[in-house]
């Protein structure tokens, strides 16, 4: 069992940037792959970013590529989501997930644990 808390949204004017973080307690962190997903009001969850267990593979959203970058510390059982340049509509609430088998995927359907969620609004 992993537990994920994340923390690190808020309000922020477009242009401007946050980094998210996702705290994980239990098994092993280093085990899992790990990934960042978002879902919008009245819309469903999409695939932000993804990094395997040892940082070796990252895969981004189109919607993110050149403007977020993910990261993650073992040491510290934790991950991370730099996000710059932020846009109205990256507005959503964000959600940390990790996933136990093979490497990091852009499918929800395939991670194991989640955590709350955290608010970001970017307002223009």
């Known amino acids: 069992q992993v537990q994920l808390v994340e923390s690190g949204g808020g309000l922020v004017q477009a242009g401007g940037s946050l980094s998210l973080s996702c705290a994980a307690s239990g098994r092993t962190f280093s085990a899992y792959a790990t990934g960042w997903f978002r879902q919008a009001p009245g819309k469903e969850r999409e695939f932000v970013a993804a990094?395997?267990?040892?940082?070796?593979?990252?895969y981004y959203a189109d919607s993110g590529k050149g403007r977020f970058t993910i990261s993650r510390d073992n040491a510290k059982n934790t991950v991370y989501l730099q996000m710059n340049s932020l846009k109205s509509e990256d507005t959503a609430v964000y959600y940390c997930?990790?996933?136990?088998?093979?490497?990091?995927?852009?499918?929800?359907?395939?991670?194991?644990?989640w955590g709350q969620g955290t608010q970001v609004t970017v307002s223009s």
């Open positions: 997930a990790a996933k136990g088998t093979w490497g990091p995927s852009l499918r929800a359907d395939e991670y194991d644990y």
């Open positions: 990094i395997s267990r040892n940082s070796v593979i990252k």
